[in-house]
């Protein structure tokens, strides 16, 4: 969800004021998710890295998720959708870790579509917790050495049992990934937009979908 702080500018508005209407973006591209039936819509949040941006930006973002989930939790409930987050919590303020525990609990059961919010997240920290919990297994001879294989490695990552995206989109000109799902993607169509976070609507959504639906996926085989 990148852009926030651009498209504010272009507006002469505080950053926060982009995240501001980029926390609205995201209510609308949710409930288009919705009625396009998806199985799963993972938006980037916050990542490991945002910590390097001064504090009264943190402290906003982390405030516009506490509101994110009080004014939208009632509405997500009704309408099936699950709610997960992937990445360290433990190191968000704690009203936000109460807010989303709540919101992940309340929602747990939902079966239509899953939210999954990337707070904290970072593609190669998921990884080496991974390894981490892995090697510990292999040392309590749980696991032989010698025998992990994608599946194992997969079922140690944040996302276990989540199917790998078909389609990730990245906002706001950049072209990089920036440590999101780097395991996950390894064959994820990607789908560049210069359109601002903030700006993004539904009929992006429906554009990108388009676009996806006449790339051809050979996952490294032949036609
Ligand atoms: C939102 O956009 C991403 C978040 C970390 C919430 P940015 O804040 O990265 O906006 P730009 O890239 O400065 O425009
Ligand atoms: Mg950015």
């Not at 926060?16 to 209510?27: P, W, Y």
């Not at 916050?46 to 910590?51: P, V, Y």
């Not at 998720?65 to 004014?71: F, K, M, P, T």
């Amino acid at each position: 969800m990148d852009g926030n702080g651009r498209w504010a500018k272009t507006k002469g508005l505080p950053r926060i004021a982009g995240h501001r209407v980029g926390a609205e973006t995201l209510k609308t591209i949710v409930e288009t998710c919705l009625d396009l039936e998806l199985e799963c819509l993972t938006v980037y949040a916050f990542s490991t890295e945002n910590w390097k941006r001064p504090a009264k930006e943190i402290e906003a973002l982390m405030e516009l998720l506490v509101e994110y989930i009080d004014q939208e939790l009632d509405e997500l409930k009704q309408n099936g959708i699950k709610i997960k987050t992937i990445g360290n919590l433990s190191q968000l303020p704690l009203v936000a870790q109460l807010k989303v525990k709540k919101a992940e609990k309340e929602t747990e059961q939902n079966q239509k579509l899953l939210l999954q919010i990337a707070l904290n997240y970072g593609g190669r920290k998921e990884i080496l917790d991974a390894v981490n919990r892995i090697t510990q297994e292999v040392a309590a001879g749980r696991i032989a050495a010698g025998t992990i294989n994608d599946s194992l490695f997969a079922q140690y990552l944040y996302t276990a049992g989540i199917p790998e995206p078909d389609l990730l989109i990245r906002t706001a000109g950049e072209l990089r990934l920036s440590n999101f799902l780097l395991w996950q993607s390894a064959y994820t169509e990607f789908w560049f937009t210069d359109v601002f976070w903030p700006d993004f609507t539904a009929q992006h959504l429906y554009q990108a979908i388009y676009d996806y639906q006449y790339r051809q996926r050979r996952f490294g085989g032949l036609k």
